[in-house]
């Protein structure tokens, strides 16, 4: 089965840029999408198929995708982005997801 | 406004049964494709299932294929999820998603319910 490999945790000062990687075999060959789930709510997607935003969410959040990884970016982090983020792909027709990334906002 | 409200939930004995529905509105429901997805506390997500727009299409992870059954009822804006032999890794928040089009697979899950809690214990 595909496999989607996040780094746990990720840490970085307001106003900085979090950049946070999503990595699978040939990943770039597949649309991506993201989604932000803060403690305690439902995920809310961020950014779908590898660079769109959905309506509502800031220009702040960006993605992109090719080769073995796909990033999700999100510039000018503020505190209220601290949450676990997860990657998502299909595979096989099955539906994958990273095991997300702990955003920390110091 | 999407809104997505998950019922069903509870506490089961392993081995027993348990039916998951989700009640949709604010958006045409059988022009989508709608997913399952769950949570096991602590841990992160984890597709169970799919179903496009005219149950033509249906998928299953592994770890639930043969026990689990999807079905949608359009007439009814509904999503349902039979869960069979139910097992204590079965234990999680189980989310009811949308899908971005009418097909399953390939797309995002653009809203999400707030799940029911499912657990599986003696």
């Known amino acids: 089965s595909y496999v989607l490999t996040q780094p746990p945790s990720v840490s970085v000062a307001p106003g900085q840029t979090a950049r946070i990687t999503c990595g699978g075999n040939n990943i770039g060959s597949k649309s991506v999408h993201w989604y932000q789930q803060k403690p305690g709510q439902a995920p809310v997607l961020v950014v779908y198929?590898?660079?769109d935003r959905p309506s509502g969410i800031p220009e702040r959040f960006s993605g992109s995708n090719s080769g073995n990884t796909a990033t999700l970016t999100i510039s000018r982090v503020e505190a209220g982005d601290e949450a676990d983020y997860y990657c998502?792909?299909?595979?096989?027709?099955?539906?994958?997801f990273g095991g997300g990334t702990k955003l920390t906002v110091l | 406004e999407v809104q997505l409200v998950e019922s069903g939930g509870g506490l089961v004995q392993p081995g027993r049964s348990l039916r998951l529905s989700c009640a949709a509105s604010?958006?045409?429901?059988?022009?989508?494709?709608m997913h399952w997805v769950r949570q096991a506390p602590g841990k992160g997500l984890e597709w169970v299932s799919g179903?496009?727009?005219?149950?033509?299409?249906?998928g299953y992870a592994d770890s639930v294929k043969g026990r689990f059954t999807i079905s949608r009822d359009n007439a009814k804006n509904s999503l349902y999820l039979q869960m069979n032999s139910l097992r204590a890794e079965d234990t999680a928040l189980y989310y009811c998603?949308?899908?971005?089009?009418?097909?399953?697979?390939?797309?995002?899950?653009?809203?999400w319910g707030q799940g029911t809690l499912v657990t599986v214990s003696s």
């Open positions: 198929d590898d660079s």
């Open positions: 179903i496009s727009w005219n149950s033509g299409s249906i």
């Open positions: 998502q792909v299909w595979d096989s027709s099955e539906g994958v």
């Open positions: 604010g958006f045409t429901f059988d022009d989508y494709a």
């Open positions: 998603a949308k899908g971005q089009t009418y097909d399953y697979g390939g797309n995002s899950f653009d809203y």
